[in-house]
């Protein structure tokens, strides 16, 4: 019997979902791991296994966006949680050890919303390591256990990775039957890179602001960790339907690709959390938008 499913993890920045990300799916996925800022309102992180495969979504969005950034971000940002088969909490147990009245100030709000999701509900209590004097959880966990009826509390290490096998058989009790949705290696980096090419895209569609964007693509040909200890070496190729827009892309002595290019790299290089070479190439593909084995290759197609 095999097991597919989604996990949206929410919780307040720095409680450990990048982590526990990590643990679950290997350092590859640990630099998936978002800036609070970030307008990106989902990344996905893919664990497999012979028996199950658990995507699970980070939505790092979810409390700064509270007030702050637009409501289609938030909305969107409560679909990805209303869509997944169960809502994993992460709560930082050290610092609430340490103080319990940011109980109600940080995991309140969080409860009617998820609750409304329908989703199950788990609530990692995590950073257990760090919880020295051990007596100076139960006040937490009264508190918690009041605010959230319903939910499972599970304690864990997402660092030292104590408890995250528990943690998984909750996950994988709740999660339907069904076959893996995506193949093993594509897995770790498909993300990272799909993320990429959407900055590139983007830094493309601000700088052009026509239609033409609309006939490009972006395909990331390079994706180098090994070469060079300090930075990730990436060449994307943007592919364009007509020979006279590859002129306008490219901009006058470079200069319009080389402002897409050095857009595009600072924000990889954010999300990527590490220094980033990148170097773009424009290449004339006439009748791309209508050829279903690129628009596949490209991730555009059915
Ligand atoms: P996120 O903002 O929720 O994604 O949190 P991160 O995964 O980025 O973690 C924030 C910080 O907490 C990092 O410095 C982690 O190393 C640390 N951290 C996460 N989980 C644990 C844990 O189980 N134990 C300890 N001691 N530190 C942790
Ligand atoms: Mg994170």
């Given at each position: 019997m095999h097991k597919f499913g989604t996990v949206a993890l929410i919780g307040p920045?720095?409680?450990?979902k990048s982590t526990l990300m990590n643990q679950y799916i290997g350092q590859k996925v640990a630099i998936v791991s978002p800036r609070p800022q970030t307008t990106r309102n989902r990344i996905s992180g893919i664990y497999t296994d012979d028996e199950s495969q658990i995507v699970f979504l980070d939505t790092p969005g979810i409390h700064q966006l509270r007030?702050?950034?637009?409501r289609f971000l938030l909305e969107s940002a409560w679909n990805a949680l209303a869509s997944a088969d169960a809502v994993v909490v992460l709560i930082d147990a050290a610092l609430y050890a340490a103080k319990p009245h940011l109980l109600d100030k940080e995991i309140k709000p969080l409860v009617k919303p998820v609750k409304e999701t329908g989703r199950p509900v788990l609530v990692a209590v995590n950073k257990v390591d760090r919880v020295k004097d051990k007596p100076t959880m139960l006040p937490v966990m009264a508190k918690l256990g009041e605010l959230w009826p319903e939910a499972e509390f599970i304690p864990i290490s997402a660092l030292r990775g104590q408890g995250t096998d528990e943690l998984k058989a909750k996950i994988l009790d709740i999660i339907p039957e069904g076959p893996p949705m995506f193949p093993e290696d594509q897995i770790s980096t498909a993300p990272v890179r799909f993320m990429a090419s959407e900055i590139i895209r983007e830094k493309l569609f601000y700088s052009l602001r026509q239609e033409l964007p609309y006939t490009t693509a972006v395909e990331i040909e390079v994706w180098d960790e090994e070469s060079r200890p300090d930075m990730i070496l990436v060449n994307a190729v943007i592919y364009t339907a007509?020979?006279?827009h590859k002129g306008m892309i490219i901009g006058k002595q470079g200069a319009n690709l080389k402002k897409v290019g050095s857009e595009a790299r600072k924000e990889i290089s954010e999300l990527l959390d590490s220094k980033v070479h990148l170097e773009l190439w424009v290449k004339v593909r006439s009748g791309w938008t209508e050829d279903p084995g690129f628009l596949r290759a490209m991730g555009l197609g059915e």
């Open positions: 920045p720095n409680a450990g007030g702050k950034m637009n007509q020979k006279n």
